[in-house]
């Protein structure tokens, strides 16, 4: 995403499966030490920027344990990073044991500068069915039943000579490479907030769809340009 005063930036978020811990018991605490370890890579393959991390050394009573156990442990950097392909990798290992787990994902960083029609990442949520209060969603898995609420940015929409714009979206489901559901085509608001841009918010219902892995799109169309440019992100219905 690009925000005043920080820019262009990759907010890196994720979440460690603490169920197969190697927990030791002490004092009535669960005890466990974990260090995170992540890097950014080129599309070469080489390094980009300084390694980043941290090291979490958990004692938690029983409440705290069996929450630890639900939600993992939650993990959110901010990396500045000029346009370009990337891939960043975070390793989570025990300290002092052989035990470790790994995840990478690639990241599409836009040139702004160029003022194409150009999309932020998608950032998803949980409503659970019956419910209005939304839950951030690291691991992007959701119920049947539930609501997924997206969030992104949209930049550069082209406007006419009395600064007006016309973008629209739409949100899609995809699996096994077909469209299973989508939203009818809507506005983007373009909203702003003291100079700082309000994301776009959406909510697209998952009543009716089996478990299973899926992936949600969201297509934007800069009506004005004309341009279309569209994000993917994959989630999975337990």
Do not use: C
């Not at 960083?109 to 029609?117: C, F, H, Q, T």
């Not at 959701?142 to 930049?155: E, M, N, W």
Request: proline fraction near 7%; avoid cysteine; charged fraction near 25%.
């Amino acid at each position: 995403m690009d925000l005043p005063p920080a820019g262009s930036q990759v907010l890196v978020r994720a979440q460690v499966d603490l169920s197969k811990m190697r927990w030791q018991e002490a004092e009535g605490r669960h005890r466990a030490d974990i260090e995170l370890l992540g890097g950014v890579f080129d599309s070469a393959g080489q390094p980009v920027g300084a390694p980043f991390g941290r090291r979490a050394e958990l004692a938690l009573d029983p409440k705290e344990y069996e929450r630890a156990l639900t939600a993992g442990l939650q993990y959110q950097q901010r990396l500045a990073l000029p346009p370009g392909r990337y891939e960043v990798r975070l390793v989570a290992r025990e300290r002092g044991l052989v035990q470790q787990g790994g995840a990478s994902q690639s990241v599409d960083v836009p040139d702004l500068e160029e003022k194409k029609l150009a999309m932020s990442g998608l950032f998803l949520s949980a409503a659970p069915a019956g419910g209005t209060a939304t839950v951030e969603t690291v691991a992007h898995h959701f119920k049947r039943g539930d609501s997924l609420s997206f969030q992104f940015y949209v930049y550069n929409p082209a406007r006419d000579a009395d600064g007006h714009s016309d973008v629209v979206l739409q949100a899609q489901v995809w699996s096994g490479g077909k469209a299973t559901a989508a939203s009818p085509v809507q506005p983007v608001r373009l909203q702003q907030k003291d100079g700082v841009p309000v994301p776009e918010t959406n909510v697209m219902g998952l009543e009716g769809l089996p478990a299973g892995a899926y992936e949600l799109r969201v297509v934007v169309q800069d009506r004005k340009g004309p341009a279309t440019t569209f994000r993917r992100v994959p989630f999975t219905i337990d």
